[in-house]
């Protein structure tokens, strides 16, 4: 979830926006703003001297102040980084048949979830492509909150609408009662990323926020998520942006989700992607697997039984970053093999790193293909994910 | 204001070239007798380029401007020697960790030289944009073009605007 927050908006921005990276351009994406939806922190973004940029129909942080986002990005691997990730939506699903209703709008095993665990998920179409990723918190069997993106809010939302209205007509919910979708509309929620962030959490969570209603969601690669209600959003960045925490944009977020290994949607997934394909078969538990009973079952079974035509693979790419579209091909019998869906030069490795898919069969580590950049092909060998591996916090979750 | 730095270079060299012995090379010797024009000049796109009356060769660099802008650089793409360019054509293209950007020819020309430490030092361009990170040198087709850019005082108020 850490890093699932970019989408196309934020590549078309940051490519037109280097080489003319002019202040008049800037001026220009402030007129746009004014169109753009706001967070509550916007003000808190400006006064911390933010440069704001348009991403996913919000006025979003892409830096602060003169603080770069290599920088920014070395900051997070070796201390602490706050990011305002208010801009996702987030959802309640309530009623007696939550877990059943969820675990028919996505392939997940919610039932075996413990209370207060969270679980990456998928929401699927008829054919198994995914409409969107998710990370999914059960309060209780009857009690999910859900965490979608915001550059997909008008689609999910509409499938939600669509589906809870199908379910509460199914025999089961009539006798045991419906499911009620509830959009937490306004309310903050913000990240918490790095080595140090869990102990930095540790000192606020007994005393100085004993005042402030907030929940607080522990993921394993180092990073927290904090929802907080409209009212006092801004309070608690102000109490969580101090000691080794600095605030983070969208630039180091997508370098640091990407040496990750993590998908973003609306780059590395779109609605004509399986999770098969897209290497998230471990969202989906094996019993779920057999049983099938999720919508896109059909298609995720097929690609489970006869393997994926194509598969997301990581590449490490020599000279030249291959970034989102370069395609990629058979390094003797120049066969296009597949795309690169992201990629940047790692400012951690140093090297050039990317995802993309390949066709079944020339998707295993150390196979040797070419990329090709602007004109020129590119030795790009595959890797396994994720690039530079977290220091997994094991605290109580 | 670059003109006046290598006037006040050429006159210091002047100097020096008086005080020693006369088998040390000066750097006048080549053109005893010329006074070169040497003109700098922008473009929309934060290329600058620095043009030689006397040889006809203009020296593309991106601006400091740009280079803020990017961030790290780390890896620089270059024309081949002998490529004759139009002005506007993209000649090559420069990548941060931010994303690729696109180098244009600010005149026309043929490429003479590129800047071969770059590609195993591309944070020069941070270190040293607008004089050890040149990216090229293009001899000219059309010296009248370099007219039609910017001076210093258009590009700080293109840069400021």
């Known amino acids: ?397 | 204001m670059f003109n006046a730095i290598r006037q006040s270079a050429r006159s210091a060299n002047l100097v020096r070239a008086t005080r020693r012995p006369a088998n040390v090379a000066s750097p006048l010797r080549a053109f005893p007798s010329v006074r070169t024009l040497v003109t700098k000049r922008y473009t929309q796109d934060h290329e600058a380029v620095v043009f030689d009356d006397a040889t006809g060769v203009g020296i593309v660099t991106v601006t400091d401007y740009a280079q803020s802008s990017l961030g790290d650089v780390v890896f620089v793409e270059l024309p081949a020697v002998g490529t004759v360019v139009k002005q506007g054509d993209q000649i090559g293209a420069v990548e941060s960790v931010k994303a690729a950007s696109d180098i244009y020819a600010p005149v026309s020309g043929t490429v003479k030289e590129i800047n071969e430490t770059l590609s195993t030092q591309p944070g020069l361009l941070n270190k040293s944009p607008e004089i050890d990170g040149w990216l090229c040198k293009i001899e000219l087709s059309d010296a009248q073009e370099i007219t039609s850019l910017m001076d210093d005082a258009a590009y700080k108020a293109h840069c400021e605007h």
């Open chain 1, 1 to 397: 979830m850490s890093s699932r927050i970019l989408t196309k908006t934020l590549s078309g921005t940051v490519s037109q926006a280097t080489k003319r990276a002019t202040s008049s351009r800037v001026r220009c994406m402030a007129t746009e703003s004014g169109e753009l939806r706001k967070t509550r922190l916007y003000d808190f973004h400006v006064e911390n001297g933010a440069k704001m940029v348009p991403f996913a129909g919000y006025s979003m942080p892409l830096a602060y102040g003169s603080v770069g986002a290599v920088a920014s990005h070395h900051h997070v691997r070796k201390s602490a980084g706050l990011f305002d990730v208010g801009h996702m939506v987030q959802s309640n699903f309530l009623g007696p048949t939550a877990t059943q209703f969820l675990e028919w709008v996505t392939p997940s095993g919610l039932a075996a979830l413990k209370p207060y665990a969270s679980t990456l998920s998928v929401l699927l179409n008829e054919t198994g492509g995914i409409i969107d990723d998710t990370v999914i918190t059960k309060h209780a069997e009857d009690a999910f909150y859900v965490v979608t993106n915001a550059g997909r809010r008008d689609r999910d939302l509409a499938w939600f609408k669509e589906k809870v209205a199908e379910w509460n007509k199914t025999d089961l919910a009539k006798k045991e009662g419906g499911v009620e979708h509830e959009v937490l509309e306004d309310w903050g929620l913000l990240a918490l990323q790095g080595p140090e962030a869990a102990q930095f959490l540790q000192t606020y969570t007994s005393y100085d926020l004993k005042e402030l209603t907030f929940v607080c969601l522990r993921f394993p690669d180092e990073c927290s998520q904090i929802s907080i209600p409209p009212s006092e959003t801004t309070e608690v960045a102000k109490l969580l942006s101090k000691g080794p925490v600095l605030l983070t944009g969208l630039g180091a977020r997508d370098s640091l989700r990407l040496e990750a290994g993590m998908c973003l949607y609306g780059q590395d997934l779109n609605e004509d992607i399986t999770p098969i394909e897209a290497g998230l078969t471990w969202v989906i538990p094996k019993a779920r697997r057999e049983t099938g009973n999720f919508i896109g079952a059909e298609g995720v079974r097929k690609h489970l039984k006869e393997g994926p035509p194509r598969r997301r693979v990581g590449l490490i790419v020599e000279g030249a970053p291959a970034r989102q579209g370069a395609p990629i091909f058979h390094p003797t019998t120049k066969e296009p093999l597949g795309t690169v869906t992201s990629g940047i030069p790692s400012p951690t490795l140093s090297q050039n790193i990317a995802m993309g898919y390949v066709s079944s069969g020339f998707h295993k580590k150390n196979t040797e293909l070419l990329a090709e950049v602007r004109g020129k092909s590119r030795n790009a060998k595959i890797v396994g994910m994720p690039f530079v591996p977290t220091n997994y916090y094991r605290g109580s979750a």
